[in-house]
């Protein structure tokens, strides 16, 4: 049997919202055991009461809402979960117990936070040379803004991304999802396995100091570059794109039905009009070529659409890529879940979580020929690894447990 | 040179375009000698995407191109002709990562993994290496499109809208560079190579903030609703007196209230208040519409309210955050000349990454050919005359 790259590495996650907790994600798929340190009374999971806004099993919170949070759920799978409160000088010895026999402890508090803790690199280091320690912050550990507050959102705002994520001449809207906290989840899983590395060559942990906004920026290179080369700042332009020839989204004939169409060399341009049946107007003096198209993209719009939409999106897309053309239709949740490729590429997994219940949870990211990984376990309840943790790993006995218990250093049910 | 984590592995780039060469970018930056192998007829693609220094194409200063290559070697090869597919393999045989993205079948894994077991092979495709959609032609606005990023972004009202720029290959590229660095965390414990394949639908699909799952618990299908936080109000962008503002209460209401000195807003129950954002967004509009946006920012930020400004590229290279973190980096290239470029992802404390530039088209055939392979520079020339190099 072949275990998984990375089942002999520990990870301590004091992650919350999205970033941290889908960089452990990464990690824990590939077969690291990642131990979520969760607080009783401040944890993204939500408390007794149901979250505003949450999505719960047939909308129904349950008894223990924070143990059915869709959102908690998916990102958390593969993981254990312990509970222990950081702000008790008790909690914070049990912790530095965990950090002397794991590898990584990844956190994304404000910056101040772990130092208030008394638990800054340097005294993990000291605990631990060979920990590696990653700190997931929205501008950084240093600098005039190093304990400003921000979400993915406004990290977008303050990177240009969501200024240039707009329709010609419309306001600035940025992604619709959480963009910024994906990318420094992945950059973070990407620099603990650089760290994991570079230890494994000389013995030494490392920090890592992981800005959202500078790992944003890491994807957004070409437009400095113009800005430097050419003092423009790029501009919102829609679904066009200064690195592709001509394309856009047009409506189809169902309820808020889309396609999205790419076209990038005057072959292409060829085979698209064929696969419209040729309407008059591809014939046309600046109409029948690349050049033109770019030239008057938004007639070239409204004629593509005449086609689009007599047509639903899915039987659009299989006429165009048929033609062998750059065609998308734009697919919500539902038909992404009932999508025949992805279910063919084995993409979904059935999951059954013990007080959540059995669904469809998106799987793995991407295939390793060898060790693909999968889904081994659903995202853990509120402490339910607290045994195997401070009993069978730090062997704390079950008096002193009962003690800690008493003095709300570890708990098994979140108090809000 | 420094030892960095990376330095004792060697890359064979066949990739172009964003996602290989960001995965490659990354790797390079690690100390990872990257050979890139480019067509001798005008090399990677995104030499001729631009921008371009005064809109004037030159396969040498391509902003996409110089930003994406840094740090790596640049050969040409015409790996599509027999001698150059025989070269291709004498390279197969030195190298211990392969990263390409020419679509599903341009490279066999079993013939490759034959003549080097240990070798990782990386392949990067808009829809995987296999099922229904393997044979479709795909872009970064078709993934982004089928993967459901463009569902969820833009107005109700209007079209779906992309993520600007090359998102989709992008995040393709990171997600390939750590796929790859599992890899070789696995090989250097046992010895063994891998097959890797990624798709760019799948990469994206990964990251819908809940989005796959929500359905799967409940139902809920989310709307794109432009710049609004599908559950948290006020978390948007509003407009004030000089520009537009990211403006959030999502941490506490009260707070939000006090901040803005209106006491009313607090009649509003907190959970109600992302249904009522009709009502409620022009009280916070007319306030924000007498007040400037870098005032309002810095102000909100001492009531620990996670507001932000909408900035312009432009405006970043001076911002004093990037300028205390010292996050951009300038770059000299012999023809591009010396340009500001963002600097590393992440800051490590034990790892130094690589300041170099990017390559000319062919700038290292002569040390990978001679230095590398044992070629003659007789032979480098005939290999030239056959359009072959």
Known sequence: MINLPLDEIRILDLSQVYAGPYATRLLADMGAEVIRVESAVRSTRGGPEPQPGAVYPDGNPGERPYNRSAYYNELNRNKLAISLDLSKEKGREVFKQ???ISDVVLENFTPRVMGNFGLDYPVLNEINPKIIVVSISAYGQTGPYRNYVSFGRGIEAMSGLSDITAYEDGEPLGPGIAYADATAGLHAAFAVLIALRHRRKTGRGQHIDLSLRE???????????????????????????????????YRCSGDDEWIAIAVHNDDELQSLCN???????????????????????REIDNLIEQWT??????????????????????????????????KQRGFFETVTHPEAGTHTYPGMSWKLSLTPGKIRMPAPCFAQHNDYVFGELLGISEEECMQLKTQGVISTVPIR | MQDLPLSDLTVLDLSQYVSGPYCTKLLASFGAEVIKVEHPNGGDVSRRYGAFPDDTPDIEQSALFLYLNTNKKSITLDYETQT????????????????????????????????????IVTSISYFGQDGPYCD???????????????????????????????????????NAALAIMTAIYFRDGTGHGQHIDISVMECLASILEGALLNFSYDGTLRQRDGARHPTMYPSTILPCKDGYIHADASTDWEIFAGFMEMPKLLQYNPEELREKAGEIDPLISSWLAKRDMEDVFHRAQEWRLP??????VDELPNDPQFVARDFFTRIDHPIAGQQTYPGAPFKTTECETRKGRSPLLGEHNAEIYCDLLGYTNQDLTKLRGMGIT
């Open chain 1, 98 to 100: 965990l950090v002397k």
């Open chain 1, 215 to 249: 790992s944003l920026l890491a994807l957004m290179g070409e437009h400095v570059l113009d800005h430097s080369m050419n003092k423009r700042s790029p501009k919102g332009n829609g679904n066009r794109d200064s690195s592709a020839p001509f394309q856009g989204c």
């Open chain 1, 275 to 297: 696969a419209i049946d040729n309407p008059s107007w591809t014939k046309k003096e600046g109409f029948n070529n690349l050049l033109g198209w770019q030239r008057n993209q």
């Open chain 1, 309 to 342: 939409i007599q047509h639903d999106n899915q039987s659009a897309m299989q006429i165009l890529q048929q033609s062998g053309i750059r065609a998308g239709a734009v697919l919500d949740a539902a038909q992404i879940t009932s999508d025949p490729h992805l």
């Open chain 2, 84 to 119: 150059g597919a025989r070269i291709l393999a004498q390279l197969v045989r030195q190298v211990d990562i392969l990263v390409e993205n020419s679509g599903p079948g341009m490279f066999d894994y079993d013939s490759l993994a034959a003549d080097n077991p240990s070798l």
């Open chain 2, 136 to 174: 479709f032609k795909g872009a970064d606005i078709i993934a982004q499109a089928l993967s459901g990023i463009m569902n969820l972004t833009g107005l109700p009202d209007h079209e779906p809208l992309k993520i600007a720029g090359p998102q989709a290959e992008y995040q393709a590229g990171i």
């Open chain 2, 307 to 312: 507001f932000a400004k909408v900035m312009g």
